[in-house]
């Protein structure tokens, strides 16, 4: 399969007055067609901001400042912004956590979709009214309700729409950015249902942004996980549950209570998150590593390919390379 | 009924909240609406126990909460602490009973007065209840820091909210819901606003001075993973009545109501070769002004029967001990 | 004429932050209390700092400004200097005694009215209301033709017109203050009504009211100088800044400058001082709520 998208070593910082926030901090990723990869990481790991970069959507005062996002050949990073915006919506979309906060509440959802598709491609209003037909029942919309308005809407079938704005154009790529968090558990679960089905029947490659990693494992095939702007794992997802190797990942792991264990001990990440102005010099890990050694706080390890398809980014494995 | 260690009981609790109309609504339709939060809740705590009440938004397992706390006050029904009732003391009494029954609160990041130094905002139960003034105030409260984690204490008595992370703020909440050692705590959500990593501890925190103080819990959430590890008895809420409720062994080796099934079905689990389950439920929650008829849950249920659309099931007992009970008309 | 001068000071406000980049809003701060303190500090040593006696004639009419007169005589031959310096004392006094009575009113009906709500809070917000939706220097009109001269009587009838300003400020936040959770809290701990108005819902309260004070502070200085300029509010005598514009405002065709100008350009330095100290406790305050 072929790579559909490759970030190298990006920065994107954030120009406050208090200090230069280092959200995204020399981040490597890929991915390819037809993979979901799930972005896992807490609050200020720089998960969002690094979805928001892949489409230069990243808000003032944040920039990015260093780094390549190469899709089909071209640098994302730095290509004008009328070339972006032929992207957006078309190869790669995004939705988030509300998608209702960004429609305009006197039109009918119809008319949304219609004008997102007709942006971007020439269709008659024939071609085009059928187009939205298919996408409200692919979403699990009856058709009448492509009349109604946004507010009418139910918090499930708000994200249904959302995702229709999203799929509307067939894009390559779809990132969702703590698309079910606001979500009940059980209409979650038919979003996470509907969302495989249509990357399937669609062919997309999603990034699935979260802070929840259970609810990532439902539906990656590979997971980053990020820890104060870097991605500190990567790896296909069972491997990952299977051996969790970064600190980190243990860590999260040992946190996070499972429904399907009886008698389980919750454990926690000793210290706090990272100070993203001012981070830990060498591992940005290091202060809360129950496995840190002298080396860990002078240098920054580099992501380490410990066996195909799987990187850590720990001195642990600086040698294990099989 | 009196039985020993019933710390909480509530009886037949009900809260509907009118709903608020706009002029023109007001005028061409004279009905008035209700959203009925709470419709019937009956259940007992022991005293050391920690009950769950877990569902979904709009459950009314927060109303439920803020009733218990007399923070608001029911439409019907009736609350006993400690077999007295309490269900519309004002006051004095009222401020008397907050010595015994206390509230953490979801959002650590809203439920502290952001002008009070954290010393000030512990201290101030104390204050309120005449107990203690001065350098004794501070030393109790400086104690309290101290046991919620929360060192050096000095230095957390003269900052601002705004000056803590969102775990230590729950922290310094939970300090001002002990100092006045309270019996009974009701815990709204207190873990879902802070990061992944550090739950645990927060966790950790409330259930070792439950140990230490025999303390009672409510414990609200909508995670029943959470409400697993942390509960012993549990009840699962659904449009402002309990479905099902049991003790926790109970409740996760042999779930019976369709809702439940449904929600141990749906909840994420951190293993990515498990089988992908099936849950059988369609649709979302409707709205509680106007719940559907019978049995509230009946419209979702791939298993409704035709009772079930006009005969409302109460709780019942699945077998002889009554622990187990469900309300449900497959029983 | 004194609309110019108030959308003159607005414009340099945003002409200085134009040039200026982030941080203005310490700068602005500061230019503003510097300003309106040299004009406090004026008006307190008048008498020591001013040459001549501002009401009686000390040389000839309408005089160029020159060594002897800084800033010339005006038409009735005194030094305009010495006006300046004694009208110092009226615009600080009426101004601070208008907003200090407003403010104190304003706020406290505004608290009592949002928490208690029901009726009392229905009748005075119908109150202020009213007074609000009158066009503010009609009303100052009326009510110092009503109350007669004089610096005190001015002065309530500058703070009628503003104190509706902070009572819906005020009673808004309480409302949305009241619903808040740490409200909650302080009723789960068992705090009486008293305590949680004075200790919850006040100091929240009131970090929004210094900018709304000193924006206000910058109005009322023209609406006193609006009101002596029309010859209501202050005795004839008087060295006021708006009387002294008006009166030499006659001469201005005849190319005679300055018996109107620098009355004039006191009145847009008090404002200036006022809307910059404002602007820049707005954004100093601000960024620590952004957080």
Known sequence: MQTLLEVRNLKVYYYLEDGIVKAVDGVNFFIRKGETVGLVGESGSGKSTFGLSLL???????KIVGGQILFNGTDLARVEERRIRLLRGKRISMVFQDPMTSLNPLMRIEEHLMETIRIQERLTQKEAERRVKTLLSEVGIPPERGKDYPHQFSGGMRQRVGIALGIALNPDLLIADEFTSALDVIVQFQILSLMKKLRASHNMAMIFISHDISLVSEIADKIALMYAGQIVEFAPAVAFFEEH??????GLLDSVPNIELSDQTLSYIPGMPPDLINPPSGCRFYPRCPEAEDKCREKDPPLIEVKPEYWVKCFKYERKRR | MKEKDVELEVVGLKKYFPVQKSFLERVFSRKLEYVQAVNGVSFRVKRGQVFSLVGESGCGKTTTGRLIVRLIDPTDGRIFF???????WQGEKLREFRKFVQIIFQNPYASLNPRMKIGEAVGHPLEIHRLATGEQKKRLVVQILEKVGLEPAEKFYNLYPFELSGGQR????IARAMILNPELVVADEPISMIDVSLRAKILELMLSLKNERNLTYVFITHDLAVAKYISDWIAIMYLGEIVEIGRKEDIFSNPCHPYTKALLAAIPVPDPKKAKKEIQLKGEVPSSINPPSGCKF????????????????SLHPLNKDGNHQVACHLF | MIDVKYSLSKHIVSGIRAIFPRRTAEYFALIGLILILSIIVMAIFAPLIAPYNPIKKVGDILERPSNKFILGTDGLGRDILSRIIFGARTAILVTFLAISISLSVGVFLGLLSGYIGGKFDSVFSLIMDAVYSFPGLILAIVLTAMLGPGIVNTAIAIAVIYTPTYFRMVRGLVLS????????????IGARDRTIVFKYIFPNVISSVPIVLSLNAADAVLTLAALSFLGLGLPAPTPDWGFDLKAGHAYLAAKIWWPSTFPGLMIVILTLGFSLLGEGINELLNPELRR
């Not at chain 2, 400690?82 to 519309?88: G, Y």
């Not at chain 2, 729950?170 to 909440?173: F, G, L, T, Y």
């Not at chain 2, 009946?298 to 099931?313: E, G, I, Q, T, Y």
Request: aromatic residues 6%.
């Open chain 1, 56 to 62: 230069r959507l990243v808000p003032t005062p944040g």
């Open chain 1, 245 to 250: 190797l970064h600190p980190y990942s243990r």
């Open chain 2, 82 to 88: 400690k077999n007295e009732e309490v269900t519309s």
């Open chain 2, 170 to 173: 729950q922290r310094v909440a």
């Open chain 2, 298 to 313: 009946h419209p979702r249920c791939n298993f409704a029967m035709k009772k079930c659309r006009s005969l409302v099931p």
């Open chain 3, 177 to 188: 203050l009241k619903e808040s959770l740490f409200v909650e809290a302080a009723r789960a």
